[in-house]
């Protein structure tokens, strides 16, 4: 088990799918219309030509580029093609996403494994498989997409981090830009990890340094000379050896346990203080990420907006609402995860430890909660428009289906938020859990329309850092997923519709 067998399995499925919807639907559907033709632009050799209608970079079609290059001499070989362009075909072009999520799903067992060392390869490699399927990566494995090239950079990029490789990090970070730019978030979200990490272990580090120089020092109270050595003594050497960190942390955390979780604003203040000590070394391992930012906010300055085309459908809004959404759909497609019964009763545990601070936290997330819907709920023209998406039916039949529906759905939003913090902040710092909040925040709050698709890295993200190691857990995400897959697929392919005045089939998507 492991890498090899992750991608196999991957691949049983990838493969005889992607068959089975390149003979059913032969021709671009939805925001295939736009995507395929600009591609097979760049195969032709046209990169001066642009669709006004494509929002994002081309990055998926230099990579598409790659991807035909790298298959255009088999294709010469068995005379299906005679030239470049002919061979970029809507079939060849699809098929990098079926590539991608194939790779994608290593990257996620390689994470995995990082993230939780103690895991055998037969578990890691079971929970890789599970990741692969969550629906909205699966389904659009099979489209002509960016979702699945814009995931698979993303968690390159996290994997890099990880392994303490900024350079190369920050380079996926670039190719992450260039194929969604709202993936600069993420990359900020990747460095922040990064340093998090590097600080606060420094942190600790010193902190252990200082506690065995306590332990030594008691136990050997003579010096070589037979002569107790004076205490000043002692402490003078010890502040000098932990001067530029331990010195200057709050007093509470100085001597506390290293295993002991600091509160959120003393982690923040000894990151602050390790930072100032380490800022040269800091400096220097993420300055790529520091160069690649500024090279963005030139982009968007130069562009005059954060997208490419269609800019007045995709104007930066302040639609606080989508935080809400996410959080319940990450309550339902995680159901297993946040409702087991363990959850329930650590989340219980928490609120009811933390009273009466607990109960003016969730008074305030409430009322957040309630002027969020209220006053920052939008209703985007393509939402209201559009039945062919599953948000269409949502908003009309849940969300919309009453005045004070949108209302009674807060507390939901809520539960699901309080959830997600709690099943984080088991396995991570708390300053990692807020950071996660403000970039989740960040990519969906200007978003004004309602994208389930906006939610896959931001759940890929929560998935990963769940902890969750029941096997009916398990087992039941990956029930329910596969039921997922198979209904949306099946409506997708055998589910077609029409609309009045048109003539071609319309059908769902997520």
Not at 163 to 183: C, D, E, H, M
Not at 468 to 485: K, P, Q
């Amino acid at each position: 088990m492991g890498r090899l067998a992750v991608a196999a399995i991957v691949s049983l499925w990838v493969v005889p799918i992607s068959i089975l919807i390149n003979r059913i639907l032969p021709d671009p559907y939805m925001d295939e219309i736009f995507h395929v033709p600009q591609a097979q632009k760049y195969c032709s050799g046209n990169f001066r030509s642009w669709d006004p209608m494509i929002t994002t970079p081309p990055g998926l079609y230099y990579l598409s580029l790659v991807h035909v290059a790298s298959l255009f001499p088999a294709i010469v070989f068995t005379r299906a093609a005679q030239s470049f362009s002919v061979a970029c075909s809507i079939q060849i072009l699809r098929s990098i996403n079926g590539i991608l999520a194939v790779l994608c799903s290593v990257l996620v067992y390689e994470i995995i494994s990082h993230l939780r060392p103690n895991l055998d390869d037969k578990k890691a490699t079971i929970y890789a498989v599970i990741l692969a399927l969550y629906p909205l990566h699966w389904f659009f494995t099979f489209l002509y997409y960016t979702d699945v090239a814009s995931l698979t950079a993303v968690l390159a990029m996290y994997l890099a981090c990880l392994k303490k490789n900024y350079w190369l990090s920050a380079l996926f970070g670039i190719f992450a830009v260039v194929i969604r730019q709202t993936n600069v978030i993420w990359m900020l979200f990747v460095a922040c990890s990064g340093i998090i990490d590097t600080t606060l272990t420094c942190h600790v580090d010193n902190i252990q340094m200082h506690e065995n120089d306590v332990m030594v020092e008691e136990s050997n109270p003579l010096n070589a000379k037979g002569n107790f050595t004076s205490r000043a003594n002692l402490q003078r050497r010890k502040l000098n050896r932990t001067k530029d960190t331990v010195k200057q942390f709050p007093q509470s955390t100085r001597f506390s346990s290293i295993n002991q979780k600091l509160a959120l604003m003393d982690e923040i203040r000894t990151m602050t203080l390790t930072m100032w000590h380490m800022k040269f070394k800091l400096l220097v391992s993420f300055c790529p990420f520091a160069i690649v930012l500024m090279a963005f906010v030139a982009f968007v300055r130069w562009n005059g907006s954060i997208v490419l085309g269609a800019k007045e459908a995709h104007a930066v809004s302040l639609h606080f609402a989508q935080i809400m959404y996410f959080g319940l759909f990450s309550g339902f497609i995680m159901a297993p995860v946040h409702c087991n019964l363990s959850q329930v009763i650590d989340l219980f545990h928490s609120f009811w430890k933390g009273r009466p601070l607990s109960f003016f936290q969730v008074f305030v997330a409430l009322l957040a909660g309630f002027i969020s819907v209220h006053y920052f709920s939008i209703a985007h023209p393509y939402l209201l428009a559009d039945n062919r998406h599953y948000p269409f039916y949502l908003w009309r039949k849940v969300i919309n289906a009453h005045w004070s529906s949108k209302y009674l759905l807060v507390p939901a939003y809520i539960c699901s938020w309080l959830s997600i913090i709690n099943i984080l902040g088991k396995s991570q710092r708390k300053i990692w859990v807020l950071a996660y909040f403000l970039a989740t925040a960040a990519v969906l709050v200007p978003a004004p329309l309602i994208e389930f698709r906006y939610f896959t890295t931001p759940i890929y993200f929560l998935m990963l850092h769940s902890q969750m190691n029941g096997r009916l857990s398990w087992l039941l995400v990956a029930l329910l997923y596969i039921a997922l897959n198979a209904f949306t697929m099946f409506m997708f392919l055998f589910r077609p519709f029409y609309w009045e005045n048109e003539t071609g089939k319309q059908r769902f998507v997520w």
